[in-house]
Every structure is written in structure tokens, then in C-alpha cells.
């Protein structure tokens, strides 16, 4: 309890408002006043802007901040829903790009040597699609009219291990830099924060086998690296925010699920994190995303409030 009394007493307003709807599980018709008061918070109101132009941003590198589907999930899981009319612009907008397996698309540029048409083109990846499933399911999107058979779609591409590298038709012969028949990591890993919130997957087999995957490849970190994603140096540095393939990610997503929480190679994951903790309970972040410089975790001198929060959200979820 010191630690959120440190937070909610030196973060800023945004993140004060995470941690009474999201630690302290406190109830969103009471805090109407903290959450008008972080909507106008500068970053908060560029996030909102951004967002609500969707598809201006073309899906060029998956690892990029400045993505709108990073940056809603971002302002989702603070606790800001449907209520804010540009969120409701995202997720309309989103919803109106659907192919016939009910897989929402990106609007994303592969040139022609690497597979694509070399044009702006709507398609998905699953290193994208996923994510936009995850966000109108935060968002309350009615599951079983507007997400199931999308959901139920990228299940059916599941194989052998996990997920391998796979696109729509829109992108051709594009895949990522690996094996056809390795499972990708990333992808594995937007689909278990998919499985996390649907009942009906959550306990699943294909969810229990990816999560075992998962951890095998933490277990077997100095050999195998699919995709050239790698669980090395780089990996156990402590980052935020969760868009990528890093520890506080992929600890965070598999303390959804019940079948990691007495696996020693889980617990590895967690001791390392813990690790890392200063001696008033809180956490300097390791590595930063330079275009996170105005934000508390885009830098590695002092204690991030955001990167603590994270963390104190894997710790309450196990």
C-alpha cells in the first residue's frame, strides 16, 4: 500500500486515475472529477487527436509508438472507454475496415520486394489484427456480433507450436524474416492478450499451449529466437509502455492466465522483475522509446510512476 500512496501522491493526474480504476478497483462513477481532470492532460488530449484520425497512419513498422492502435490501447487500459467521442472515432472507424472472415484491417504500404502491391492497401497482419480485436473488446463491442468471427478466424490459423507469421490476401507473399513454419513471438503474444479476455478461450487448449510456448522459449532464451525475437540483454531490460516483446509485456500477459502462476519459469520472469525493484518499492526504467521523452517512463535517470504501476499490476494479478 506505500507504494500506491507514493504514486497516487507523485504521478500525474492520468496515471492517478489507472491506479484508482484499475489497483484499487475503485468505481468510475466516483472518480468523474479526476477523469475530466486527466482529460486534460496535454499528452492525454495529442493521444485523443491521434486516435481519432486512424487510418492516416500507415502500419509501416509494427514497433512504432506513434501506431493509433498503440496509443488507444494505451488510453483503454488507463481506464478512458467509449464515453470520450474520439475513442468512439477510433472504434468506428476501425469497424468500418472488415473482410469476410471478420478480421478487422490496417491500411499498411508493403512494396513489392518484400511480397506486397507496393500501395496503400487496407489488410492485416497477425501482428496487427489482433490488436484491433483486443481494442473493441476493451472498448465493450458487442463479442458475438462484431468480434467472435474474427477471433474464431486467427484461431483456425493456429498450428504446431503457436502462431506463425500470416497476412491476408491484400499482402501477398509478405512474411516476417524467419521460418514459415516457426511460430512468431509477437504474434503469439497479441493473440494470448486476445485469449486473456475471452472466457471461452482464456482456459483453452490452444491458450494453454501458447502460454507453454511462451515459456519455453524463455526457458531456451540462448537458443531459440524465432523471427529474430529474442529473450536476451535486450528483453529483461525493464521498458515501458507494453506495445512490444519485452519482459514487463509478456509477464504482464501471462499473469492473465492460471496455468503460469506456480511455473518455475514464470517465476523466474517475475524474481528477475522484483529484482529490479529500488528500496521504497519502485522502478527506473532500463530502456526507453525515444519518442517518449515528455513522459515519465521515456527516461532511465529516476523512478518511473508508470513503469512502477505496471509492474504493481503484474504483482496484483499473481
Given at each position: 500500500?506505500r507504494?500506491?500512496?507514493?504514486?497516487?501522491?507523485?504521478s500525474?493526474i492520468?496515471?492517478?486515475?489507472?491506479?484508482?480504476?484499475?489497483l484499487l478497483n475503485e468505481?468510475?462513477?466516483?472518480?468523474?472529477?479526476?477523469?475530466?481532470?486527466?482529460?486534460?492532460?496535454?499528452?492525454?488530449?495529442?493521444y485523443?487527436e491521434?486516435?481519432a484520425?486512424?487510418?492516416?497512419?500507415?502500419?509501416?513498422?509494427?514497433?512504432?509508438?506513434?501506431?493509433?492502435?498503440?496509443k488507444?490501447?494505451f488510453?483503454?487500459?488507463?481506464?478512458?472507454?467509449?464515453?470520450?467521442p474520439?475513442?468512439?472515432?477510433?472504434?468506428?472507424?476501425?469497424?468500418?475496415?472488415?473482410?469476410?472472415?471478420?478480421?478487422?484491417?490496417?491500411?499498411?504500404?508493403?512494396?513489392k520486394?518484400?511480397?506486397?502491391?507496393?500501395?496503400?492497401?487496407?489488410?492485416?497482419?497477425?501482428?496487427?489484427?489482433?490488436?484491433?480485436?483486443?481494442?473493441?473488446?476493451?472498448?465493450?463491442v458487442?463479442?458475438?456480433?462484431h468480434?467472435?468471427?474474427?477471433?474464431?478466424?486467427?484461431?483456425?490459423?493456429?498450428?504446431g507450436?503457436g502462431?506463425?507469421?500470416?497476412v491476408?490476401?491484400?499482402?501477398g507473399?509478405?512474411?516476417?524474416?524467419?521460418?514459415?513454419?516457426?511460430c512468431?513471438?509477437?504474434?503469439m503474444?497479441v493473440?494470448?492478450r486476445?485469449?486473456?479476455?475471452?472466457?471461452?478461450?482464456?482456459?483453452?487448449?490452444?491458450?494453454?499451449?501458447?502460454?507453454?510456448?511462451?515459456?519455453?522459449?524463455?526457458?531456451?532464451?540462448?537458443e531459440?529466437?524465432?523471427?529474430?525475437?529474442?529473450?536476451?540483454?535486450?528483453?529483461r531490460?525493464?521498458?515501458?509502455?507494453?506495445?512490444?516483446?519485452?519482459?514487463?509485456?509478456?509477464?504482464?500477459c501471462?499473469?492473465?492466465?492460471?496455468c503460469?502462476?506456480q511455473?518455475?519459469?514464470?517465476?523466474?520472469?517475475?524474481?528477475?522483475?522484483?529484482?529490479?525493484?529500488?528500496?521504497?518499492?519502485?522502478?527506473?526504467?532500463?530502456a526507453v522509446y525515444q519518442?517518449?521523452?515528455?513522459?515519465?517512463?521515456?527516461?532511465?535517470?529516476?523512478?518511473?510512476?508508470?513503469?512502477?504501476?505496471l509492474c504493481?499490476?503484474i504483482?496484483?494479478?499473481?
Amino acid at each position: 500500500m506505500r507504494t500506491f500512496d507514493y504514486l497516487l501522491n507523485n504521478s500525474e493526474i492520468w496515471l492517478q486515475y489507472a491506479i484508482r480504476v484499475n489497483l484499487l478497483n475503485e468505481k468510475k462513477e466516483e472518480l468523474v472529477e479526476l477523469k475530466n481532470k486527466a482529460l486534460q492532460d496535454d499528452k492525454i488530449k495529442n493521444y485523443l487527436e491521434d486516435i481519432a484520425k486512424f487510418h492516416e497512419v500507415l502500419v509501416r513498422n509494427h514497433k512504432d509508438p506513434d501506431l493509433p492502435i498503440h496509443k488507444l490501447l494505451f488510453l483503454l487500459d488507463i481506464g478512458f472507454d467509449v464515453s470520450e467521442p474520439k475513442i468512439e472515432m477510433a472504434i468506428t472507424q476501425i469497424m468500418a475496415h472488415k473482410d469476410e472472415h471478420g478480421v478487422y484491417q490496417s491500411l499498411t504500404n508493403i512494396p513489392k520486394h518484400y511480397g506486397g502491391k507496393g500501395e496503400d492497401t487496407f489488410g492485416w497482419c497477425l501482428c496487427d489484427a489482433p490488436l484491433l480485436l483486443l481494442a473493441l473488446l476493451k472498448a465493450k463491442v458487442d463479442f458475438d456480433k462484431h468480434i467472435k468471427k474474427g477471433v474464431d478466424y486467427l484461431v483456425s490459423l493456429h498450428h504446431g507450436e503457436g502462431f506463425s507469421c500470416s497476412v491476408s490476401s491484400e499482402h501477398g507473399k509478405f512474411r516476417g524474416p524467419g521460418r514459415k513454419d516457426d511460430c512468431c513471438p509477437y504474434a503469439m503474444l497479441v493473440m494470448l492478450r486476445l485469449f486473456s479476455l475471452i472466457p471461452e478461450y482464456q482456459n483453452s487448449e490452444i491458450a494453454n499451449g501458447c502460454v507453454e510456448t511462451m515459456l519455453s522459449l524463455w526457458e531456451n532464451s540462448m537458443e531459440r529466437h524465432p523471427y529474430m525475437f529474442y529473450m536476451g540483454t535486450d528483453f529483461r531490460k525493464l521498458k515501458a509502455p507494453s506495445l512490444w516483446y519485452d519482459i514487463v509485456s509478456v509477464s504482464d500477459c501471462l499473469s492473465k492466465f492460471e496455468c503460469v502462476k506456480q511455473d518455475k519459469r514464470f517465476q523466474e520472469m517475475i524474481a528477475i522483475i522484483r529484482s529490479k525493484q529500488t528500496v521504497n518499492g519502485l522502478f527506473i526504467p532500463e530502456a526507453v522509446y525515444q519518442k517518449f521523452k515528455e513522459w515519465d517512463f521515456g527516461q532511465k535517470k529516476k523512478p518511473s510512476p508508470y513503469l512502477t504501476y505496471l509492474c504493481e499490476k503484474i504483482f496484483q494479478q499473481i
